[in-house]
C-alpha cells in the first residue's frame, strides 16, 4: 500500500520536473515577448512580473516584415498539406489494395528518403531549382517540403488502409458504387483520423522548416517565418523581444492545431472497426 | 422455370511459391428461383471463394457464371444487381443505421422520400425500425447483423449473397438469427446462396446444400439425402453431431449372407448387402451414434462397455469399448440406472447404416434409403 503510494509519487515527480522542462521555455518566451524593451534587460530578471505591454508585438506588425514572412509562411504550408494529403491518400489506398512489381522495393525506398538530414536534399534542390527557376516560389518550396514529408505520409496512409477492412470497400460495390466513390464516401471516412495526422505532421513539417527555406529562399520577400525570425539577430544586436514575440505567434497555430484535432487523433485508433 | 444461378465449370485457380492451386476446381451446378441454397465446408475448401466469384468479387479463371442465363463472368460486381451479407458485418462505421440500409439506393440515384420509406420498410422487416438513428457501434451483434441484412435486401435484389453472416455472433443468437434469416426468406422473393462452415445451419436453413471438399462439390442434395445417403464417408461424418462411427470391418460369412468383422464387433448383413459387397474383401461401415441401440442380449450385435456419459438433457451421448478397444459413440434414451464401467448388449439398426469403399470412400449401399444414380 504504502509502497504503491510511494511509487505513485516518483512518477508524479518525473513528471513534474520534464513539464518544467518543457513548459519554463514556453512560459519564459510568453513572458519575455510581453515585457516592454525598457525593461527586458533592467534586474532583477524576475521569474514572475506583473507589467505587461504589447509593445513587442506592435512593434514586430508594424516595423518588421513579420506578416509577409507569415503569410510565405501560410501558403508553402498549406500548399505542403493539400498535395500530402491528395497524395498520400491516393498512394496509400494503391499500396494496401493492389498487387504491383517492385512494391516492396517502394515501401522501402519511402523509409530511405528518412536517412537524408534535409541540408544534404537542400544544396542539390537548389542548383536543380536555380536551373528550373524555381528558386524563390512558393512551388518550390512546397515540392521540397512534400519531398521530406510524402514518404512518411504514404507510410501512415498504407498502414491506415490496410487496417479499413477490405469487406467495407465490398459492401460498397456489392451496393452498388463504383471504385471511386467508395473510395471517398467510405473509405476515406474510415481513414480520416489518418488523413489528419498526415495533414498536421506536414503542416508542423513545412511550418518549422528552416534548412529548405534558408537556402532556396534568397529573397526576404519570400522568406518564411523561421528564417524571417533569424534576421532579427543582427551583428550588432538580438532583438530578444521582437524574437520572442514572434516565436509566441508563430507557436500559435501548431497549439491550436494539436489542440483542436487531438479529438480526431485519439478518436481515430477506435474507428473501422 | 430458368435457372437463377448456373455454375458452368468454374474453376479458380492461385499461384502460391510457384504452385498452381485450385482453390475451385471445375464446380458446376443449378441454382432455382427461390432456393435457400448453402456450401458448407472446412475452411480452405472454397466455398467462400465461389461465393465471391459469384459476387464478382474474385474473378473467375475459367467457365461461367450465369445469372438468369445471362452470362455474368465478366460483369462488374456493382452491375450484378446482387445483395451481400459479410462475415465480419462491415457496416459503415460513420454512417447512421438509417444511411446503411439506405446506402445502395441513394448511389442508385432514388429520392430521399423514397428512399426513406424502403428503409422503412426494411427495418420493420428485420424489427429494427427503433435504431434506424443510431450509430453501428451503439448496437448489439445480432442488431448489427440486422442492419447488414437490411442494407443488402433494401434494393431487392434477385440474389441475395450471404458469407457466413453467424460466425460472429455468439451461440445462443446464433439460434436466434437462424430462424430470422429463414422466416425472412421465407417473406422476400430472393434466391440465397448462403455460405457456412457450421453443418448445423447447413442442415436446418437450406433446400439443398453443397458440401464442398477441396474445391469440389463432393455431393449436392437436400439436407435430409445428405443425411441419410452421403455419398462419401468424408461427407457422412463431416453431416451429424455427434460424428457418425466408421469401422474397418472385414467381409466374411457364405455367398448372400454377408457378416462384417472387426474392431470385436460383429454385424451380420442381408442379402441386398451381398451385391454391394461383392469383390470387396474389407470396406469401412458407417453407423451413425443414434442408429446403434441398447437391446437384449438375444438381439444384439456385440457387446461393449460403457465408459463416459453426456446428458444432452433428452437424451445421452454414451461413449462406449469394445471388447479390442474401439471407440463407439452412441447418442439415445439411456436408463439412468446405467452406470459407467457396465457391460451393454449393442445392435445396429438395419435401417440405418452406410458401407464405404475402403480406398476411395465412395459410398457402396446405404441401409435407409437406396442410393440414387449420380
Redesign the interface.
Given at each position: 500500500m504504502t509502497r504503491e503510494f510511494a511509487w505513485r509519487w516518483m512518477r508524479f515527480l518525473w513528471l513534474a520536473v520534464g513539464m518544467l522542462f518543457v513548459c519554463f521555455p514556453l512560459y519564459w518566451m510568453a513572458v519575455t515577448a510581453l515585457t516592454p524593451r525598457t525593461e527586458l534587460f533592467r534586474p532583477p530578471y524576475d521569474v514572475i512580473r506583473f507589467s505587461y505591454s504589447l509593445e513587442n508585438i506592435r512593434e514586430l506588425l508594424s516595423a518588421t516584415q513579420f506578416l509577409t514572412f507569415m503569410g510565405n509562411s501560410l501558403i508553402v504550408a498549406l500548399g505542403t498539406v493539400v498535395i500530402n494529403v491528395m497524395a498520400s491518400t491516393l498512394a496509400g489506398y494503391a499500396l494496401s489494395r493492389f498487387e504491383f512489381r517492385g512494391k516492396k522495393t517502394f515501401v522501402a525506398a519511402t523509409l530511405w528518403t528518412y536517412m537524408f538530414p534535409p541540408i544534404l536534399l537542400a544544396i542539390p534542390l537548389y542548383l536543380v531549382f536555380s536551373y528550373i527557376g524555381l528558386r524563390n516560389s512558393y512551388g518550390g518550396l512546397i515540392l521540397a517540403h512534400v519531398s521530406i514529408s510524402l514518404p512518411l505520409n504514404v507510410w501512415i496512409m498504407w498502414q491506415y488502409f490496410q487496417v479499413v477492412?477490405r469487406?467495407?470497400e465490398?459492401?460498397?460495390?456489392?451496393?452498388?458504387?463504383?471504385r471511386l466513390?467508395a473510395l471517398i464516401e467510405?473509405l476515406l471516412?474510415?481513414a480520416?483520423p489518418g488523413i489528419i495526422s498526415a495533414a498536421i505532421f506536414s503542416f508542423a513539417l513545412s511550418w518549422n522548416d528552416f534548412a529548405f527555406a534558408f537556402i532556396l529562399q534568397t529573397d526576404i520577400a519570400m522568406f518564411t517565418l523561421p528564417v524571417g525570425l533569424a534576421t532579427f539577430v543582427e551583428q550588432s544586436a538580438i532583438h530578444w523581444g521582437l524574437i520572442m514575440a514572434s516565436s509566441l505567434i508563430v507557436s500559435l497555430p501548431t497549439f491550436a492545431l494539436v489542440f483542436f484535432l487531438q479529438r480526431y487523433l485519439m478518436h481515430g485508433f477506435s474507428?473501422?472497426? | 422455370m430458368s435457372v437463377a444461378l448456373k455454375l458452368d465449370n468454374v474453376t479458380k485457380t492461385f499461384t502460391q511459391n510457384g504452385k498452381t492451386i485450385a482453390a475451385v476446381d471445375d464446380l458446376s451446378l443449378d441454382i432455382q428461383p427461390g432456393e435457400f441454397f448453402t456450401f458448407v465446408g472446412a475452411s480452405g475448401c472454397g466455398k467462400t471463394t465461389t461465393l465471391r466469384m459469384i459476387?464478382g468479387?474474385e474473378t473467375v479463371s475459367s467457365g461461367k457464371i450465369l445469372f438468369d442465363d445471362q452470362d455474368v463472368t465478366n460483369v462488374?460486381?456493382?452491375k450484378r444487381g446482387?445483395?451481400?451479407v459479410?462475415?465480419?458485418i462491415?457496416?459503415?462505421?460513420?454512417m447512421s443505421i438509417r444511411d446503411n440500409i439506405g446506402?445502395?439506393l441513394k448511389?442508385?440515384g432514388m429520392p430521399k422520400s423514397q428512399i426513406a420509406q424502403k428503409v422503412e420498410a426494411a427495418a420493420d422487416l428485420l424489427s429494427i425500425t427503433d435504431k434506424l438513428s443510431m450509430r453501428p457501434?451503439q448496437l448489439s451483434g445480432g442488431q448489427q447483423q440486422r442492419v447488414?441484412i437490411g442494407?443488402?435486401i433494401v434494393?431487392e435484389p434477385k440474389i441475395l449473397?450471404l458469407d457466413e453472416p453467424l460466425s460472429a455472433l455468439d451461440a445462443r443468437l446464433r439460434t436466434e438469427m437462424r430462424t430470422e434469416i429463414l422466416r425472412l426468406h421465407r417473406r422476400i422473393n430472393a434466391t440465397i446462396v448462403y455460405v457456412t462452415h457450421d453443418q448445423v445451419e447447413a442442415m436446418t436453413m437450406s433446400s439443398r446444400v453443397a458440401i464442398m471438399e477441396a474445391g469440389r462439390a463432393a455431393q449436392v442434395d437436400t439436407p435430409r439425402q445428405v443425411f441419410r445417403a452421403p455419398r462419401y464417408e468424408s461427407v457422412a461424418t463431416f453431416i451429424g453431431t455427434p460424428a457418425m462411427n466408421v469401422w474397418d470391418m472385414q467381409v466374411t460369412g457364405k455367398a448372400g449372407q454377408p457378416v462384417l468383422q472387426g474392431g470385436g464387433m460383429t454385424v451380420a448383413l442381408t442379402r441386398e448387402d451381398a451385391a454391394a459387397l461383392d469383390g470387396f474383401r474389407w470396406v469401412r461401415m458407417g453407423v451413425r451414434p443414434a442408429a446403434l441401440k441398447i437391446v437384449p442380449q438375444d438381439e444384439a450385435d456385440f457387446s461393449a462397455v460403457l465408459h463416459l456419459r453426456e446428458p444432452l438433457g433428452f437424451e445421452d451421448e454414451c461413449h462406449l469399448e469394445t471388447a479390442d478397444g474401439t471407440d463407439i459413440k452412441l447418442v439415445g434414451r439411456v436408463p439412468d440406472t446405467l452406470v459407467e464401467g457396465a457391460s451393454l448388449h449393442i445392435a445396429v439398426d438395419r435401417a440405418d447404416y452406410c458401407i464405404f469403399h475402403p480406398d476411395t470412400g465412395k459410398a457402396l449401399r446405404h441401409g435407409l434409403a437406396p442410393l440414387t444414380a449420380a
Open positions: 477492412p469487406s467495407l465490398e459492401a460498397a460495390w456489392t451496393s452498388g458504387a463504383s466513390r467510405v471516412p474510415s480520416l474507428i473501422g472497426k | 459476387a468479387l462488374t460486381t456493382q446482387i445483395g451481400m459479410f462475415q465480419d462491415a457496416l459503415f462505421p460513420f446506402y445502395p448511389v442508385a457501434t447488414a442494407r443488402a434494393k449473397l
